[in-house]
């Protein structure tokens, strides 16, 4: 868990200046989430999994920050070479198309991440209420070099991704980068979520499964099931996980995200089904108090 | 330095209490980690010290309970934000368990049944800073929290207390743990803000 990990995180150098990153567009992704795309000048790219950190300053000078995960596709799509020590500020030079040429077409210097609306929230009832398009916030990032897929180091393995509600916000950046360069590594998607309402990326996830490329979705229910649902609501368990996931004989890559419960139970089931502890990733958000 | 955040205005300010730039409080006992939590059974659960001359000495959770319990009460700073007032632990002292180990060594690296390792320097263990801990809160210490047993150094960012303890080991130069080779601060202290590399 220490070894390999590690030597590729030292690699992504973490650019600790605050950047004025600009609200571009925003759209609401469910009833309770929304996606906010900023525009942020010198953003050096990112990879599938990353998160950024965001800043908001009240009149009186107070300073609210929080994490979000990055929902869209990879706009660093190699590793750097020349290695700036972590911490250098200064944005890598092989970023790929620093001015709007990136994989998905969109330019790098967008950022898109979905926030999901927690109730009493300080930064999250802002960002998804509050925050207009042309206003500014403070970012930074991209932040986190463990949980990431990157199809240049990971090609051919297959993958598990387990999502909570939210959770499948860094594991819908693994998708679409998968699909921006073309991969056809397996992956299976198992998908938790309370109420079909409650998805998150609905008619981007449904083209993916259709690509018919490698992938398949699975959307489980928690609370109520669309009509004509083979499976009743309820929580995931292990059993849905040895029929929608892979064989541990396989050694894929899990990555697990959504609260912490589900994160916990998951893992857990995993383990119990044979899989390595270190080829499960885990990364727990969503309300703190979870 | 921060710029303004058009329409917002934040939560009430906490009064009387201090708080770390950046941090919000917290009641709940919010749970991060890298992966799946390592069941450890207390009956084969031990702790080693390693010097820098490879001597080595280590505990058994028999050990560990027949010695000084210290029952400290701490406030504690997560690097994703939140931070908790007056948590209650018992456990022993890193004054207590190092007091016979001969060392010169600075740096120590904290590692963890599951894999987990965390860099912290010697200064910030010693001096009544630092503990082995086993219960929080009066309870058995959750394993979703560290149990059986963690290191709390709540002086610093609480990744530094690592949780499912099993071993020290302790060097003349600075070693990166795992997360600090991710890009997070080698120090981590919440009162510096020191959340990354180069904070």
């Known amino acids: ?19 004025v990153a600009r609200l571009a567009d925003a759209w609401e992704e469910s009833p309770s989430a929304r996606t906010l795309v900023l525009e942020v000048p010198g953003w050096p790219g990112h990879m599938a999994g990353q998160h950024v950190d965001l800043k908001l300053t009240a009149p009186d000078g107070y300073t609210a920050e929080r994490s979000y995960s990055i929902g869209g596709a990879a706009t660093r799509s190699s590793l750097p070479d020349d290695a700036t020590p972590a911490g250098d500020p200064a944005p890598s030079a092989s970023a790929v198309g620093q001015d709007g040429g990136g994989p998905d077409g969109t330019g790098v210097t967008r950022v898109e991440l979905t926030v999901q609306r927690v109730a009493g929230g300080e930064v999250s009832s802002y960002l998804t209420d509050g925050f207009s398009v042309g206003d500014t916030i403070e970012m930074r990032g991209p932040i986190g070099g463990w949980f990431v897929w990157s199809p240049e180091r990971d090609a051919g393995t297959p993958v598990l991704l387990a999502a909570g509600g939210s959770g499948l916000v860094p594991l819908m950046a693994m998708l679409r980068t998968r699909r921006d360069v073309g991969d056809r590594t397996p992956f299976r998607l198992v998908y938790s979520v309370r109420r079909p309402e409650d998805r998150l990326y609905v008619d981007d996830l449904a083209r993916l499964a259709a690509a018919q490329d490698g992938l398949d979705v699975q959307v489980l229910y928690t609370r109520s099931t669309p009509l004509g649902s083979m499976r009743g609501p309820g929580r995931l368990e292990r059993r849905d996980l040895a029929a ?25 089931q995993l383990v119990s089904l044979g899989h390595d502890p270190a080829r499960v990733k885990t990364e727990r958000f969503g309300p703190a108090s979870d | 330095m921060s710029s303004l955040t058009p329409g917002f205005h934040g939560r009430p300010r906490p009064q009387g209490v201090a708080l770390p730039p950046g941090q919000y409080v917290e009641t709940g006992f919010p749970v991060l980690s890298a992966g799946p939590t390592p069941r450890v059974d207390t009956s084969t659960w031990q702790l080693e010290v390693t010097t820098e001359t490879g001597a080595t000495r280590s505990w058994s959770w028999a050990d560990l309970m027949r010695l000084p319990q210290d029952e400290p009460t701490v406030d504690i700073h997560c690097v994703t934000r939140w931070s908790k007032f007056g948590t209650t632990w018992r456990g022993v002292s890193l004054d207590t368990l190092l007091a016979e ?3 010169t060594a600075d740096f120590a690296m904290v590692g963890s049944y599951g894999g987990y390792t965390t860099n912290v320097p010697v200064a910030d263990l010693l001096g009544g800073k630092a503990w082995i801990v086993h219960t929080f809160d ?12 963690r290191m709390i150094v709540p002086h610093l960012y609480f990744w530094k207390s690592a949780k499912w303890v099993n071993s020290i080991t302790l060097m003349p130069m600075d070693k990166q743990g795992f997360w600090e080779r991710l890009g997070y601060h080698d120090l981590g202290d919440p009162w510096r803000e020191q959340r990354y590399q180069g904070d």
Request: charged share 15%; net charge neutral; glycine share 12%.
């Open chain 2, 138 to 149: 009066g309870a058995p210490l959750h394993p979703v929290h560290g149990g059986p047993a």
């Open chain 1, 244 to 268: 929608w996931g892979w064989p541990a004989e396989l050694d894929p890559a899990c990555f697990v995200c959504g609260p912490t419960g589900f994160v916990e139970a998951v893992a857990k």
């Open chain 1, 1 to 19: 868990m220490t070894e390999a990990p590690v030597r590729l995180g030292a690699r992504y150098a973490m650019p600790s200046r605050w950047k």
């Open chain 2, 101 to 103: 180990v001969e060392s």
